[in-house]
């Protein structure tokens, strides 16, 4: 069987990283938190298990956020590239517009829908996600 390999990286190419399994997720979330983080009306996320994920090249800067989930980012061009949540151990999202072939990893679920802007009309046929985390 041949080995599943899926790279992606920043902009710049000053961090590189590898996952070694298809995603569990295919997801685009339209959370205020992720809204802001990003600098779009909705960010779309692949999830791999953290065991199976490396950063390869570089070390992306990590930023702490209110909500308890670590952010990474590249510190030379600033594109954002992961999600990992105290919610959901084990799990690492990785942005998928940083993977190198984002158009294999279509979304395939909604999280967050309510938090959608009202003026974001755009959809896509996913079903909504009835387990996402839950927030306080």
Do not use: H
Not at 117 to 125: G, K, M, N, S
């Amino acid at each position: 069987m041949a080995t599943i390999q899926i790279e992606g990286g920043c902009y710049c190419g000053a961090v590189r990283y590898l996952a070694n399994e298809k995603p569990k997720y295919q997801a685009i979330c339209f959370c205020a938190n992720c809204r802001r983080a990003v600098g779009a009306q909705s960010v779309a996320w692949v999830t791999f298990t953290t065991d199976r994920f490396s950063f390869v090249k570089g070390s992306p800067a990590r930023f702490r956020t209110d909500t308890e989930a670590w952010r990474t980012f590249c510190r030379d061009c600033g594109s954002s590239l992961t999600y990992e949540s105290d919610d959901r151990p084990g799990e690492i999202d990785a942005v998928t517009a940083s993977l190198d072939r984002p158009e294999d990893f279509p979304p395939n679920r909604r999280v967050f829908e309510e938090e959608r802007l009202p003026w974001d009309t755009f959809r896509i046929e996913t079903p909504a996600s009835t387990d996402e985390p839950k927030r306080d």
